[in-house]
């Protein structure tokens, strides 16, 4: 669930981040890269359960 909800948000954030600096943008990606290693320990939480 909280994967779809990522792709509705991820629209959001594109128009928002055409205003905002590169450098936040950067710094959104660092913060993807995290999310998607938690993702990946969710997926396997899923698959425990």
């Known amino acids: ?3 779809v909800m ?3 948000g991820k ?5 928002k ?3 905002k600096d590169k450098d936040e943008k ?3 990606k660092d913060k993807k890269e995290k999310k998607k290693k938690e993702k990946k320990v969710r997926i396997s939480n899923w698959v425990f359960y």
């Open 1 to 3: 669930m909280s994967g």
């Open 6 to 8: 990522k792709f509705f």
């Open 11 to 15: 629209d959001d954030d594109k128009d």
């Open 17 to 19: 981040d055409k205003e």
């Open 26 to 28: 950067h710094h959104k």
